[in-house]
């Protein structure tokens, strides 16, 4: 157990929905980062949230935001869903905002079917 | 644009033998590079990781070797066990002036016979 919790595990939805997922970092980590895993993909980076701020975007759709609550929780949008957005989201924590020597800890992801 | 390669979808070692994972990338601007690991249904776990500054790394079984020069890097584990039998992530990071990401390549499904 990573201590990285992400809900919900599993979810189902058509094309054209919105969904949020959601993410609680590691106890006394700061920083959230996104990732999308889509098939035989290797994870690619969406977006990084230190202590409520915005740090680092990656290839993140702009049908897609986060953000990073004062709780340091922090959820992901993803808006007009298309079949193509069917993918593993992860959510990954760590202590500082970042810099090179930066090992993130992993939730379990969730998986979205968009359908 | 993949900055980060594994040539090698899957691997299959005999229980014992030695396993060799590499990892090509193209990004000069990279110095540190991070092993995860991978098992169906969880999140990748951090396994090892290597700065720019050094050639090698060693935690128990796993040793990670980084040609600079080459842009290589392998994952060796010896011995292999079954339970290592997994999808194994070779992942890097550049320097960046306010945040952080990790470039990940596609990933080898690594498979340990009994």
């Known amino acids: 157990d990573s201590g990285v919790t992400q809900t919900p595990k599993h979810l189902i939805t058509a094309t054209g929905q919105r969904v949020t997922l959601r993410c609680s970092p590691r106890?006394?980590?700061?920083?959230v980062y996104w990732y999308q895993q889509s098939l035989d993909q290797g994870l690619q980076f969406l977006i990084q949230?230190?202590?409520?701020?915005?740090?680092a975007k990656g290839n993140i759709l702009e049908r897609f935001s986060a953000q990073q609550f004062p709780d340091l929780h922090s959820e992901l949008n993803l808006s007009s869903l298309e079949l193509g957005d069917s993918a593993l989201y992860f959510c990954?924590?760590?202590?500082?905002?970042?810099?090179?020597?930066?090992?993130?800890?992993f939730g379990q992801g969730t998986r979205l079917t968009v359908v | 644009d993949q900055q980060v390669k594994q040539n090698s979808p899957s691997l299959s070692v005999q229980e014992g033998r030695i396993s060799i994972l590499n990892c090509d990338y193209t990004?000069?601007?990279?110095?540190?590079f991070l092993w995860y690991k991978k098992y169906p249904a969880e999140g990748p776990t951090f396994l090892i990781s290597?700065?720019?500054?050094?050639d090698k790394n060693e935690d128990g079984r796993f040793t990670v070797f980084l040609n600079k020069s080459a842009k290589h890097l392998s994952l060796h584990i010896v011995p292999s066990q079954p339970g290592d039998s997994a999808v194994y992530f070779c992942?890097?990071?550049?320097?960046?002036?306010?945040?952080?990401?990790?470039?990940f390549g596609e990933g080898t499904q690594l498979t340990v016979n009994p």
């Open positions: 949230y230190y202590n409520g701020e915005e740090r």
């Open positions: 290597i700065s720019s500054i050094k």
């Open positions: 992942a890097a990071s550049a320097r960046e002036t306010s945040g952080s990401r990790l470039t």
């Open positions: 990954a924590s760590s202590v500082g905002w970042g810099g090179p020597y930066t090992e993130a800890f």
């Open positions: 990004n000069s601007m990279f110095d540190y």
């Open positions: 106890s006394g980590d700061l920083s």
